[in-house]
Every structure is written in C-alpha cells, then in structure tokens.
C-alpha cells in the first residue's frame, strides 16, 4: 500500500516551528474504493508559513497517488534530548476590532481587491505570528480569495489554521468553501462542507442569503447545490421586536398589511404625488452615471468680465492637462516599481517586507485615475486657498474621493451595480403607485434583493483607510505633484522657462511646525482669471456632496443606504473610531432609525428661482454684507516705511521698529479678514452655482446620522441646514393646497421670520401680519427698490420667500386652493431645557419653556434675568461692590449665551467670557472680570431654583462619567430607539508618518487604545444625553407624521412641514414628546451603566480605590403632570 510508504511524524529535532496535520487516503484505481486512510504530522523550522509545509509535501503525495487535506495545523516545541514535546496556538491580544487589526483587513482588502491573495495571506499571518488573533471574518475574506484562485490547497490549509487558532467557522466560511467545490468540481469535499453545515446547525437551503457574496460566486455554490439536488430557498422572515416606545405604531402598521382596503392614512410610504414618472425614469440612470463618473461637472454663476486685452495667456485648464499627464507618467514609473518587488517577492528574491508602505493601496487605481483625482479635487483646493492646504488634510480629503472610487469598482466587479440598478427599477414603481405595498422602503428593499439572491449581495464588508495609510499615500502624490507640475516662469510665453506650480513650505503656528502644499502666484492668478472671464469656468464635485436625482436608496444596514453606488455610513463616526462602528454592527435592532432616516430623506426639494436669481445678481454685483452674500476683502498695497539715515538717532530707530512691527500686525489681521472673506465667498459661489444647476430639477437629500443620532444632510451646499440664504434657496418639491388656516399660519411664519414679535401670542402675531400686508406685499414686488421692510428681519432671504409666497396666495382667485411649497417651521422653545424639565418633572422649569399650557409664550432668557436683578438690587443693598457697579446693566442678552449653553455643559469659566463679552463696553474693563464672575454665579443660581430635579440630574450624569472614565472607559448608552452612542474622547495619541514629502505628526483623540479623556467624558455627557433624546424625539415625530402622510423634515429642534399641515404635525409633535418622557428614561439608562459598568473600580480624587455604582445615586424627580404638554400651545411654535 501506497500509505505504508509515508512516515507518520516528520518534524524537525529541536526548535519552535510550525506543524500541520495532514490526512491521507488511498483509492483503489479499478474499484475506485477507498482501501486505507491516516493522519500524518509535518513540522519544520525553515518553514515560514503552514502552507510552505504543504507546498513542500504535496508532490510526493500525488506521485503516491495519494488524496490529501490538511486538517490542521499551529506551533510545536520539541526537544529530541529531553524527550519533550509541546503544542500550543496563539494567545489572544484583542478580541475587539483595534486599531492594529483595523489597519490589517484594510490592507488585506487592497490586496484581495488586486487579486493578490497570496500577498494578502503572508500579510495576515506575519501578524498572527506576533499574537494577535483575528475575528472569523478576516479568514473569511482569505478564504473567499483562495476561492476565486481555484485553489484546495492554500484554502483547506486556511481552513485548517482557523481551526487550530480556536476561530470557529460560520455560514459564511462554509459558503466560500462552496465556491471553492463549486469552481474545481469537488463534490467530495462539498458533501463533507455540507455534513458539517447540517452539524453546525444552519440551514444549507439558506445559504444563498448568508454573507456577502458576489453574482459568480452564487453561481458556483447554486452549481453546488444543484449536484446534491438541493433547492435553495429564503429564510423565514422573523418578525423584529422593536423598540417599547414604537411597537404601537409597528403593529399598527402590520394590521394595516393584512387589510385588503386600508385608510390611506396608514399607508407608511405616501406615493409621489404631482411629480412626473417619466422625467423621474429618465433620472435614474442620469444619477447612476454621475455616481459611476463620481463627480458632475457644476457652471460656476459668475459673469465673465470683459476681456482685458492680454491675449497669449497660459489657460489653467489647458496646463491642467500637462500636469495630468506629466503625474501620470511619474506614478506610472512607480507603479512599475511595485509590480517588479511582487514579481520578486514570490520568486523568493524578496521578502514581503520590501512592498511599498502604501502598497496594496496605490495599486487600486491606475496612474492615470489617480492623477485625474489629485488635480481635480486637491489642487483644485490648493489654488483656492492663498495660505495652501496642510499635508495632513490633503490626506484625509484624498481618501474620500480615492475609496470612494475603489469601492465603487469592486461592487461593479461583484455585480452589484447591476443588481442595484434592476431594483431600484421595481422601487421606483413602488414608490410611485397609488396602490404601493403597505409595508416600509426598508422592508420593501430587503425583500426586493431577498427575491434576487441569485444576483448576489449589494455590499460587502471593506474597511474604509486608517489615516497612516491616508498620509502616506497624500505624501507620495505630493511629492510627485511637485516635481512634476510646472509653469511658465512668464505667463505671455508659455514655450519659455519653465517653474514648478506648487511648493512645500512650513509654517509655524502657535509653535507648531506645519507642512503646507502651495501654488506659485502665478497659478491663483490663472485661476481667478479662468473664473472672472471664462464663459466655460466650472467646479467638479464628488457626487457624494451633490444631491441626488431620485429617492435616495432606503437605509437597510448601518452601510447600505443613501447613495445607490457610492459607498456611505449611517453614523458619521469620528476618524478611526473603531469602537463605535463595531457597537453599530452588533446591534440588534436599528429597524426604526432607518425607517425614521430614510421618510426625512424621501422628502423631495425644489429650488427658489426668484430667491436664486435675486441672489445671483447681488453676488455678481459686489455681494452685500447686511444680506449675508459676501464679497472678497482684498488686501491694499503696502507703502513701505523708509528707515530713518543713518545720522538720526537711536530713539528714532526704536521708533521705526516699533511701526514697522504695528504694520506687519495689521497686515496679518488684513490677511486674515482677505482668507476669511474669500472662504465665504467661495462657500456661496458653490450654493449659488449648485442651486443654478439644479433649479430646474427636483431632487432629495439623503441623510445620514452624528453620533449622537442627530440627523444631517449628506450633501452640505445645497440644504436646508444651512444659513439664511441657503434655506431660503429651497421649496419643497411637491406643493400641497393651503386649505383654511395654511394662509393664516404663512403670515404667522413670516412674523417669527422677522423676529420683532416672535414671542408674542399667535392671534397677536397673525394680526400684526395683516396689518404689515402692505409692506409683505411690496417687498414681493419691488424687493430691492422698494421700502425693503424683508430686509430688517432676522432671517431677511427666508422672510422674502414667505412674501412672495403670500403675495401669489393672497392674488390667487382662492388662497384655499393655492398651492403652496414653502416649508413652515415650528421651533422648539428651549429644546434643551425641555428635555431636562420633563426628565426631571420640574413643574417651574417647565413653565419657563413653555412646556404647560399659558395665554402667551415664556421667555427663559428673561425670566433669568429678572431673577438674576432681584438678586443683584438685594446684594447692592447690602453693598456688594460688584452688585452695584452693574446697576442698569442685567438684561436679556446679557445673559441668554449662557442660559442656552448651560444645559449643554458650559463650565463656570466658559460662561464668565460669555458674559464678559456681553458687558464689555457697558462697565469699566478693570471691573469686567469680577462683575462677569458675579453675573455667571448669579445665573447658575437662578437656573438650579428654576431646574432643580433637571440639575441633579445632569450632576447624576457627571457623576456617573466621571466614574465610568476613570475605570478606564468610555461613556456608552442606547438610545430608546436602539441607537448605541458612544463618547469617542480619549487621552491624545500620536504617531509619526514618515513620507517623502515630511515628517507628520497624527493626532488622534479618538484612539480606544488610550485610556478615555475622563474631563471631556464628563463635561460632554449632559449635552450629548439630551441630544441623543431631541434626534429620538424627531425620529418619533417623522415616523408618526409618515403615519398620518404629513411632509416633515427637520433641523434638529425645529420641524418644517406645509403650511396645510402645520397643525397636524404640531399635535404628533406634542404626542411623541410625552410618549418619549413617559419611558423610565433614567432608570432605563441607570439600569444599562450598571450593567456594563458596575463593579469596575476606580480612583477616587484621594486615590482611593472605589467601586462604580449608580442606581443608588439615581435622583428624585418633581410632580409635573406631563400630559398638559399635549395642551401647550407654545412648546413648538
């Protein structure tokens, strides 16, 4: 027998080396029976990696004819003298996603992305060798790459590694080993993959849905289970257990499924009614190519100026093209570099270790992509920017674009752009249906690409670039940049001398030493003439800053959702904040965040013509500071100062010094006036342009989340997050009838617009809009020559959209019918106060925020400070200096900052400057510091007799982090919608990346590999709690008034809706915020600390040792009757 011929055990004498356990078999070649099987051990200290063993063996085996599988393998000790023999696997470093693991799979990633699993492997297993032990997923991913290679060996190998490190397999390694069976026709080993899946538990029918794979590689599983006559099938929809303070309203919904002929009202997706299917048809694939391209090409607004008779110039888009093509030859040359090291490194010339640092990475794009990527979105910046661009930021502004790009050209790898475009088809008719499936876009969607599992998965598990990676890579192409790009030395001959366009320079700030790239004046100076006199001048924008052209695609997972191809998250986590994407993934239920998430982004958007064109002209005419469109504050020439000659004397010398110091003073505040200017100006040419661009379209804006749960528009120009201008910008884009009180609720709006009577009673406000009707309709006719009463309001350009939307109104044969499209917005009074005055049940907070009923609206700033002057008339009587040095000096805006920051955890110290800066001017400077501290106690005092239950708990909260932080760790809570939040403050880290640019010192205060930062810890929680509950507070709003088919977008505390509508989402708005605050909000979080957190020990200020406790220290709450909230006319108004 062939099996007698291969020894048992061959490992070497002495050493620690690596083994594998290999088993053999021996098939009869006429019966073709199995006649005789055995496990063998091979172990060698030459041997790199566990597969260099099998490289090593296999031959003889197969000359044997000899059917192998490793099955094993890991570390031994051995010592022939002593007759000792030791096994042992790795010891476990971290079981959490690290930092170290994180920067791994990211490079494995690049690598698998190239198809270099085997340079990915070796990558892996160098740093297994030093410890660390990974999580199932990353052997998944080498797995999945061996698959691809079609190869047994290095797969069952893996295989067999994972076993021996205590990894235990799951769905998704069986999958890949069937892919594997499925490519090489290795029924043998696919029916033992398919006993040990049946052993584990799973179910093989289901095996299609299980991990993230490609349209090919379910192919080669259904290949699979066609062999075994299995058919596959959908896993059984488990219903989710949301959330207590939502279940009402989800099986409310589930009801409405089941009925053949449900109300309207409880469809949960309205259809898009008044919007034209063709046009929405035709801009699904215009919104696919932009994403595919990523980026659009934006006209810019500005009116070419005159020619100025230079003629011969250098163009800045025609130089564009020399320096693209020179960077590409450059990075080229490199990338050739790159590829002879991997050639040289498995013939074993080199080591692994001679790979470039940013090697996979580089490889991911082509040198031409890559230097089409730096000129357009990075020096494209630089020229706009007179002081440069700091190193450290071009890289983390490059990976946004680059990684965008590389993940886009993997998922069209894997089929998956081809698979969203089929759906989105069948969503699109969905959405667009009278008679629309009752069930939510979320739930829709996930059974939409259930039914194609055939296709494969829309999105796979790639980590986004550490920031090392980040620097290294900006610093190569800057590099690069700089020795490639030149200029005319005079720009009249462009065939003349040439120099180069950009440089690296340091500057010192606040005595740090910053690497900055800049552009030659030369090259600003092309810029701005391409701007001011081409007719053909535009921006390139990423597509993921631009809004979208269709619905945006439904958040279905905390990656998947927003963008139909560019890749997004549903948490805008801090930079490398491994912790918080890890609680993310593993939490259980997110289904109502998405739901809440995805109705505020299903909203669709128009842009305000006549706004936009107003705008436009004032901005080409010079801007207008009091309208807020800026303009450019250019710098005056210098007239130098001539020194006095050499026969004055030494005093006039000082003299002149001392000038020339004031003067280059006043210069760098010139400076720095012109670089702000300039920043806003450009800011508002990007609005502007944007808008211009889109003001014949409707679009959406897909939102995505802080880590607080507060919801933001993806895109950052074109918002109704934005200032006063930018809002006023946009209409909603479907327009609804005004009905009986919608023109009543405009003319209230225009009223708070203008702010004069914002705090007045509604009846007060509605009747001082009729009788300022004159006035609303003259600044709709004649806005820039008329009396121009818009413009004295707080809000002057939304203010001018609500006139003009009057005045149509009003003219209209009837107000009731008209049409209307401007948002509506209701504010929450004080929202923060709110929150802590019905956590806290504080029955005289609560009325100072409007939260019970009353004729008119109460002003907390004022109520402050009147209790604040009751304060100081007693202290003055009893001759306080500082009491009376402030006579006539305590008003309202003395100490609303303060007021508003309070709840939100100013310190002491922070609002004494507050006020300081408030009664600057009013009181002699020497006295400021002490009447500001008197001020600030003052107000502390009156705001703990208003809010008492609410400040102890907020000193509960203080407490409970200070204790969490110096237990060693960061703060977590859960939202009562599911959401995890996690405090991302950590002690400073650094690392030092060394380019070929410079030297760069990263500073990262997110790091969890440091211990947290216990006085940021401490100081955010009470703004960051109250927070995370005025976003739930909005989720529960926006899933109640999808309920009702209520339009409802928000600005955190301020909600917008139709005018026709206002009423309506006020009532939902009430309701929430009682359902909300009738959870056992505090407990449930004094609950949660103590599980996760009680028992840690700490140190105490003494340094004693304590132990974290927090229930016991729970505080009382007051006797509020919450209910009467529901009664509140002015809780948001």
Known sequence: MALNKVEDV?????????????EIKEIDKKSKQEVGRKKIVRGFSWAEYHSDIMDRVAPHFTELGLQYECVGGGRIKHSQSNKTLHVYGYSVVSTNLGCQEYHVVSAIDGFLALGLVQHAEPHFNQYRREGHQFEVGLYNKLLFGWAEKNNRIRATLLLGSMKADGVEPNFSTYAAMLVLCGRTKDWEMAEKMIKEIEQKGYNIKHILHQGELS??????????LNQFNIQFERPTHTPLLYPRVVRGLYDCNEAATKNDAPNQSTLPNPPLRGLDTNVLQKNVKRQFDIELQGHENIPSIIKPKNSDGKKGLVDIADIKLEWKKALSEALQKDAEESKYILEAIEAG???????????????????????????????VKVMEQPEGLPVSYVGTVLKDFVWNKCVIKQLEARGAISKSWSMYQQYLDYLVSENSSKLMAREFWNELSGSLALQGSLQFDIRSWPTTVQTLIAGTLLQRLIETAKIPANLSHPNGKTIPAFYHVYQFEEFKKTGYITAHPHVIKMVRRHFTRSESSHFRMSATILPMLIPPKPWTSVANGGYFVSPGSIVRCYSDSYQHQLLLEQAENLGAVYDALNYVGSCPWRV????????????????????????VKEIPLEEPLEPPSGKEEAAAMVQWAIKVREKRKERRVLQKIHRESYSLWMDMLYKLSLANHYRNDVFWLPHNLDFRGRAYPVPPHVTHLSSDVGRALLKFGVGYPLGKKGLDWLKIHIINLHGGLKKAPLQKRLEHANEMLPAILESADRPMDGKQWWQTSDDPWQALACCMEIASAIRSRSPEDFVSYIPVHQDGSCNGPQHYAALGRDTWGARQVNLLPQERPEDLYAAVASLVEEKRRRDAVNGHHEASVLEGKIHRKVVKQTVMTVVYGVTRVGGRLQIA???????????????????????????????????QIQDWLTESARKIGRAGKPVEWVTPLGLPVVQPYHKRSTVKVKTSLQQIQLVNHCDISHPPDVMKQKNAIPPNFVHSLDSTHMMLTALHCQRAGV????????YWTHACSVDLMNKLCREQFVALHSEPLL??????????????????????????????????????????????????S
């Open 1083 to 1132: 407990s449930d979080l004094g609950e949660l600390f103590e599980a996760k957190f009680g028992g840690l020990k700490y140190k105490d200020k003494e340094n004693d040792i304590q132990t974290c406790s927090f229930m016991d220290t729970l505080p009382s709450t007051g006797d509020l009757e919450l209910r009467e909230v529901l009664q509140s006319t002015y809780f948001f």
């Open 215 to 224: 349209r090919s590689q379910c192919l080669s599983i259904l290949e699979v």
């Open 1047 to 1054: 339009t409802f977008v928000a600005v955190h505390d301020s």
């Open 349 to 379: 010339t080199l080591l692994p270790r001679s790979i470039p640092r940013y090697f996979p990475f580089m490889g991911l794009l082509s040198p031409e992509e890559w230097a089409d990527i730096l000129i357009e979105e990075i020096v």
């Open 608 to 631: 305000n013509t006549k706004i936009l064109d107003l705008a436009v002209d004032i901005f080409n005419g010079g801007g207008n500071d009091e309208l807020q469109i800026p303009s």
């Open 917 to 951: 800066k408030q009664l600057h001017g009013t009181i002699p400077d020497k006295e400021l510091f002490s009447c500001a501290n008197y001020v600030v106690g003052c107000v502390f005092e009156s705001l703990r007799e208003m809010f008492t239950n609410a400040r």
């Open 10 to 22: 061959e490992i070497d004498a002495d050493g620690v080396f690596k083994y594998i356990l290999i």
